[in-house]
């Protein structure tokens, strides 16, 4: 048993410098190997849970956190942890209940106050979310979320774009189940009707980009269509997705912005499908598009649609566009809008949200 509980604690040891350092496979493996000399440990199974809950298995993570739970039901840290996955799953009133309780522990982690805040706006309690989300700040917590969800809920002028570890975090969490939940559950269809339009040009590509390719869900849309297909997305629990639709020639992990700034290529079709509501501001990617992009060139997307200023941050934190300021973005970089379409991109508790899908082409 002496035996046994040196190795569990190696394991143990080993995987939090896994997890630490961003290497979570090997992380799981070493947490699961120290469970399996140790079972019923709260600490490991807090940390294989956490582990697993960042991999995107919110229902495993949450077996694992309950159970912990169950011998130390007032760690604050795994309750963090387990409102978390509740949150993931949808469960967002139970998730605000684990938070409660975890900060009624310890109110000092920031974190905390920042989960808790980001349940509250899940819930349609705008003015609390902001107070909980300012008692973050006052804390210590990150300066620049912090602004970018106090922006989504109240008025002023919103920040240029979505905090990159914010959008990273989001989609390595959300890989898991994200073609299910977006195709089935939010009748998500902006790839087939983007590309629907180029096929029917009947034009052959040479060099086609996918910017904020997700999933991959583009990919064997624009493989029919082009002869090299580059996909680009800063989730790296995306890319492996991505990666197994066998449909890229190449797979970056890399910000939409900061890709274009240093590739060397250059492109003859580039799809951004549910892609810029997280970056915002579309001047800069514009510009670099323009200087990446022959004569003739296509350029497809789709934005939610504002109906007031050229670009708003919403409550839900993603950005919405105004058909003027597609048309001024359009004019200013040397594209000519060949179509632009007043349709839905996707529904949200059964509403449909307004969009614009735009097909242009380089001047």
Known sequence: MAVDFEQARAFFLRGVAACEAGRLPEAERDFAAALSMAPGRPSVLSNLGAVRLKLGRAQEAL???REALQHEPENPETLGHCGTALAELGRTGEALAHFDRALAVDPRPPALW????NALRELGRGPEAAQSFREALARGGDTELLGYYLAGLEAGAPPPRAPAHYVEALFDGYAAQFDAH????LHYDAPQVLIARLAAAGRR??????????TGLCGPLLRALADRVTGVDLSANMLEKARGTGAYDALVQADVVAFLAQASESFDLVVAADVFIYVGALDEVFALLAQRMPAGAGFCF???ASSGPELELRSSLRYA???AGLRRLAQQHG????????RPVRQEQRVPIAGLFAWLEKS
Do not use: K, M, P, Y
């Not at 977006?182 to 559950?185: A, E, G, I, R, Y």
């Not at 594209?335 to 007043?342: N, P």
């Open 63 to 65: 077996e694992l956190l």
């Open 114 to 117: 920042t989960l808790r805040g």
């Open 182 to 185: 977006l195709v089935q559950t």
């Open 205 to 214: 590509w040479r060099n086609a980009l996918d910017l904020g390719c997700g």
């Open 302 to 304: 789709t934005v939610e």
């Open 321 to 323: 566009h105004s058909e």
């Open 335 to 342: 594209f000519r809008i060949a179509a632009l379409e007043q």
